[in-house]
T-cell receptor, first 114, second 115 residues
Framework: QQQVKQSPQSLIVQKGGISIINCAYE??????FPWYQQFPGKGPALLIAIRPDVSEKKEGRFTISFNKSAKQFSLHIMDSQPGDSATYFCAASKTSQGAQKLVFGQGTRLTINP | KAGVTQTPRYLIKTRGQQVTLSCSPISGHRSVSWYQQTPGQGLQFLFE???????NKGNFPGRFSGRQFSNSRSEMNVSTLELGDSALYLC???FGTGGYNSPLHFGNGTRLTVT
């Protein structure tokens, strides 16, 4: 019940296209859903996050869509650029039990072809 | 503001040895969390410290331990190293309890190789 399932494992998108990464969770007590971006040799960096009382959050070219009833959330990257090539992780946590205890998805390796 | 600093960046140890990893959080951050990252298991939570107290712990054996000092700096110790402990160990800090208003900021990790 603590799992977060992420798909696809890898994704190739043309420059200017839309990249979509999906995550599903089981624990309905999760109330914090961040996305992290990781480049080789670096630690994960927070990209964008959402709470379950909101169905969508947009920051620049990055949008999280959240479907509470389906227990799914996704990351959309609009106008994808070669610099977006990285590994993306979705995560979830229960703030009442320590929001630092993030449960991560397995990651998606995104490649943007120029 | 300086980010989360982890030392050393790379370590090579032999099975059975012990190792200590160090983490300096962002200035003003009082919470430090540790994660293990491996290709097979992904990112897994080890433990979290706040004001020198362990507040949360993941599902790792007792060989994995940590502590936090009064200046919020933290160390992680792994005793009796096993080959499976080879991983990237990531430290993350946050201002408060984490979550939407005080997200985790990760360092670049310590790459531990056990031979």
């Amino acid at each position: 019940q603590q799992q977060v399932k992420q798909s696809p494992q890898s994704l190739i998108v043309q420059k200017g296209g839309i990249s979509i990464i999906n995550c599903a969770y089981e624990n309905t007590a999760f109330d914090y859903f961040p996305w992290y971006q990781q480049f080789p040799g670096k630690g994960p960096a927070l990209l964008i996050a959402i709470r379950p009382d909101v169905s969508e959050k947009k920051e620049g070219r990055f949008t999280i869509s959240f479907n509470k009833s389906a227990k799914q959330f996704s990351l959309h990257i609009m106008d994808s650029q070669p610099g977006d090539s990285a590994t993306y992780f979705c995560a979830a946590s229960k703030t009442s039990q320590g929001a630092q205890k993030l449960v991560f998805g397995q990651g998606t390796r995104l490649t943007i072809n120029p | 503001k300086a980010g989360v600093t982890q030392t050393p960046r790379y370590l090579i140890k032999t099975r059975g040895q012990q190792v200590t990893l160090s983490c300096s959080p962002i200035s003003g951050h009082r919470s430090v969390s540790w994660y293990q990252q491996t290709p097979g298991q992904g990112l897994q939570f080890l433990f979290e410290y706040f004001s020198e107290t362990q507040r949360n712990k993941g599902n790792f054996p007792g060989r994995f331990s940590g502590r936090q000092f009064s200046n919020s700096r933290s160390e992680m110790n792994v005793s009796t190293l096993e080959l499976g402990d080879s991983a990237l160990y990531l430290c993350a800090s946050s201002f408060g309890t984490g979550g939407y208003n005080s997200p985790l900021h990760f360092g670049n990790g310590t790459r531990l190789t056990v031979t």
